[in-house]
């Protein structure tokens, strides 16, 4: 890539152009890119699968194929990161084919179980919470909880997320509003 085709990037992608560009001419310099991302990879990975070992397992497939197809990758075009979980989602939806089962949101919320010297009673509760949540999400369409995902889990900005699922970025925030509304709307009424 050259130092022309970098600095037409946008200026939010601009760092990680430059990684690329880097990566192309020395494999080293792809660790940096591998760094930045790899815990929004996993989590997303661990929400879609929900077994740390596959989680992880799919995390390295889906670096090692961006790594394999690095020189394919255009900046003008998306940003690194929407590139990067569109291989995420495609090594997960690969590997969902393959085996054909439910997908465990146990790992979703994993930070969030944290007990971080909480008194017994306020884990109780929010482990209780969490439960609900899952259930709710489980009532969702596979597409919404996916958007979600993307948002929560992996921290994709709507820009983002619409060019890992080829939507608009209107499109992905109405659909995460609704969603989220949707959520809403299902919790007053369990309680």
Known sequence: ???????????????????????????????LLYERYLA??????????????EAA??????FTRAYDNLARYRPTRAPFVAWL??????AAA??????????????LPEALTASDGAQPDAIAEKRERLARLRSLLERIDPAKRELLTLRFASDLSSREIASV????????KKQLTRTIAQLKEYYRDEV
Not at 40 to 53: A, F, I, N, Q, T
Not at 57 to 62: E, G, H, R, W
Not at 165 to 172: F, R
């Open 1 to 31: 890539m050259t130092q022309a085709l970098v600095t037409a990037v946008p200026a939010d992608n601009r760092e990680d152009a430059q990684l690329i560009s880097a990566a192309l001419e020395h494999a080293d310099a792809f660790g």
């Open 40 to 53: 929004r990879v996993y989590r997303y990975m661990l929400s879609r699968c929900g077994s740390r070992e």
């Open 57 to 62: 397992d799919l995390t390295q497939i889906a």
């Open 85 to 90: 979980f569109r291989i995420a989602r495609n």
């Open 94 to 107: 690969d590997a969902y084919r393959s085996r054909r089962t439910t997908v465990s949101w146990d790992g």
């Open 165 to 172: 699922v080829g939507k608009s970025e209107s499109a992905v």
